[in-house]
């Protein structure tokens, strides 16, 4: 008996390394996928900004033209819809007499909600739900320790991992026959029909990327191979201008067009062929901080968007509308911050180093309830990524992994690493608005 298989992409959008797409081809006769534009996610939300703001959109949306597109080359249907999964996915479900759907496994609350009206809505049909981990640099399965007695301390989870762990081999799914593929009459929407207006590209942007797969490879043989600024990447990585002060890979990571593993074997290989050093560590090492916190809301769950964190402290926080609104808007009395923010408006990026700085200003000096930064970094950053962020913002608000809890002198910090004031000068010259 013939079985069909349907993959659901969330935030695994990419067809190289991607268990959901290899196990439904190993054990289906056809294979069919889905993707489904969620208006939840283009709403407005209680602090007066879209859930997802424009630039992650459209590096979405060029992420989706490329999926599709390389979907296609593999004899492999993609059906796109604007509408909610939990309304899309039954229909189309019994429209092709799916027997087992395949997803990249999730655990915070919004995406188990979505996950779970899935379901409910489902219940009666005969249908096997499959899931892969795949979101990590090490595998669940490869830790050396379990996820409840993940250590608090990030040094404690790398030195474990790093011993006694491995990471997996990344690999691909071969074409599927030219008989899989099904007509599709299904579109993309474009910015306008998800509430958008198209803007220019800021030309002070550090990340003028677009998204895709292709583009992610792309990237990565720029930065490791031509330009080979992976050699000194943890000499600039807390640079402010400029796209080579660090990979940028993030932005592909966030929503799944590359896989952790596969930059990992890349450096691996630039390792063997080029140089091994203390940067080529450095950026498998940015990768372990990822993992660790993903393993974090992994073992804590919905704690992560509790205002007392996953420490469950108490603090005194403000949600001051005014405040709130000068932090965004880059109207604070510290020029460093207010520069960091207006190319976050602009742009849709914003450096390591800048993120760390901001944010320690609105939690430790505004005392705001820290929740609201990080709701604000979901709506504009490109590279948003639920646990990292919310990890991010918990250690920086004292509520997180940071046994020190520790607060950034902002004027400390501009001198330091803005000396020259280049960088607050480029973004807060008033004839370039």
């Not at 489904?36 to 602090?47: A, I, K, N, Q």
């Not at 595998?139 to 790093?162: G, M, N, W, Y």
């Not at 962020?389 to 910090?413: C, H, L």
């Amino acid at each position: 008996m013939s079985s069909t298989a349907l993959v659901w992409f969330t935030n695994n959008l990419r067809v190289s390394d991607n268990s959901s797409l290899i196990n439904a081809h190993a054990q289906n006769d056809r294979v069919i996928a889905v993707y489904c534009f969620d208006p939840r996610h283009f709403e407005h939300t209680g602090y007066g900004f879209k859930k997802t703001e424009y630039y992650r959109t459209r590096f979405l949306l060029e992420t989706m033209q490329e999926l599709r597109d390389t979907l296609q080359l593999h004899n492999i249907t993609l059906f796109t819809y604007v509408d909610l999964p939990e309304n899309i996915l039954p229909k189309v479900i019994e429209s092709y007499s799916v027997n087992n759907i395949y997803f990249q496994k999730e655990w915070t609350k919004e995406e188990c909600d979505v996950i779970n009206n899935v379901k409910k809505n489902t219940s009666h049909l005969s249908l096997q739900w499959n899931f892969s981990y795949d979101q990590f640099l090490y595998h669940p399965e490869d830790l050396p320790i379990a996820v409840d007695s993940l250590p608090k301390v990030f040094t404690d989870f790398r030195k474990q991992c790093e011993k006694q762990s491995r990471v997996r081999e990344s690999v691909s799914i071969p074409k599927l026959p030219e008989t899989n593929l099904i007509i599709n009459d299904t579109l993309l929407p474009t910015l306008e029909d998800l509430g958008y207006q198209a803007r220019q590209q800021d030309f002070r942007s550090a990340f003028p990327f677009k998204g895709g797969t292709l583009q992610a490879q792309k990237r990565i043989n720029e930065y490791f191979w031509q330009s080979q600024q992976l050699s000194t990447y943890k000499k600039t990585r807390n640079g402010l201008m400029g796209t080579e002060y660090s990979s940028k890979l993030s932005a592909w990571l966030a929503n799944g067009s590359i896989s952790a593993r596969t930059i990992y074997w890349e450096v691996k290989k630039y390792e063997k062929e080029v140089t091994k050093n203390d940067s080529t560590y450095w950026l498998v090492f940015e990768l372990m901080w990822r993992d660790f916190f993903k393993y974090v809301s992994l073992k804590h769950g919905n704690d992560i968007f509790k205002i007392g964190g996953i420490l469950n402290k108490s603090y005194t926080w403000s949600t001051d509308k005014e405040e709130v609104n000068a932090w965004i808007h880059g109207q604070t009395d510290e020029p460093f911050v207010n520069a960091n923010m207006i190319e976050l408006r602009k742009t849709g990026w914003m450096s390591n180093r800048g993120r760390q700085n901001v944010a320690s200003y609105f939690a430790k000096e505004l005392q705001l309830d820290w929740r609201i930064g990080a709701a604000y970094f979901e709506a504009y950053l490109i590279d948003y990524d639920v646990h990292s962020n919310y990890g991010n913002w918990m250690y920086v608000a004292g509520v997180g992994n940071d046994p020190r809890d520790r607060k950034f002198n902002i004027a400390s910090q501009a001198d330091r690493y803005d000396p020259q004031q280049e960088y607050q000068q480029i973004w807060l010259e008033p004839s370039l608005f």
